[in-house]
């Protein structure tokens, strides 16, 4: 019985806050972040700290939840720092292909420059990880995410990174400048006009993957949310709200 009230508040909280979205059923949505529902202070349940091999101690980016008005989200305060926040959750995209989220960003990363290693920085994204089939993965390819790793740590073998750029112009696609092909940015937000804004996104995950890869996708793995600065060394604020996969009905 606690769990069912659990699902049905964490429900009527992503209803209400992801996107303004029409009513939808309850077998229409998986919950991945239900910021909303969390107390002020503590991290997010089942969200844990992703952090890579060469942002150690003190070279990590913030996390906590604040309030925002009238409801909860998570901050994250990157100050030439870079980690994010990880939740594991298996979804189907032929089932659940649409992903709902808000984000608000203080300012954007001045210098960032997705071409670029040395300015590889955002003052947010979303990623989103996919599972890893060897049966379908060329030797090749197979020893360079193995070098990957070597270098980055526990990378995933293919994601994309939904990203809120200084320029790039909306709607790019392409390839990481630290990850390869086994990362491509989607720019969704540029600039500054919407900036100290809460922003609405909606993307078909299932249609992104088949245009960045150009095959069907795996099913998900998990999702990450971050804000890093330590390319650039400058300072950036985010505040993430709710996100769901949704059917596309």
């Known amino acids: 019985m606690q769990r069912a009230f659990t699902h049905v508040v964490l429900f009527a909280a992503l209803v209400l806050s992801v996107c303004d979205a029409p009513l939808v059923k309850a077998e229409d949505i998986v919950v991945v972040g239900a910021f909303s529902s969390v107390a002020k202070g503590s991290l997010p349940p089942d969200w844990k700290p ?11 980016t913030e996390y906590a939840v ?3 008005g009238k409801t909860t989200v998570v901050r994250a305060e990157s100050r030439a720092t870079a980690s994010g ?13 649409v992903l709902r989220w808000r984000w608000k960003v203080e300012h954007v990363v001045a210098s960032g420059d997705p071409n670029r290693k040395d300015k590889d920085d955002y003052a947010a994204r979303v990623y989103v990880t996919f599972e890893y089939e060897p049966d379908k993965t060329s030797f090749a390819k197979k020893l360079k995410y193995k070098t990957t790793r070597l270098l980055f740590g526990d990378v995933p073998f293919g994601a994309i990174s939904y990203v809120w750029d200084s320029r790039t ?9 630290h990850m390869g092909d086994f990362v491509k940015l989607v720019v969704v937000e540029n600039g500054s006009a919407r900036v100290g804004q809460w922003v609405d996104e909606e993307r078909n995950v299932y249609e992104d993957y088949r245009r960045a890869f150009g095959n069907d996708p795996p099913r998900v793995e998990g999702v990450v949310i971050m804000t890093d600065t330590d390319n650039t060394g400058e300072h950036a604020t985010a505040f993430y709200g709710d996100l769901a996969f949704v059917t596309a009905r």
């Open 66 to 68: 604040v309030r925002d």
């Open 169 to 177: 112009p909306v709607g790019t696609v392409m390839d990481s400048p």
């Open 85 to 97: 926040l990880e939740h594991e959750v298996t979804v189907d995209l032929k089932e659940y292909p």
């Open 50 to 60: 992703l952090i890579f091999k060469k942002q150690k101690g003190a070279n990590q």
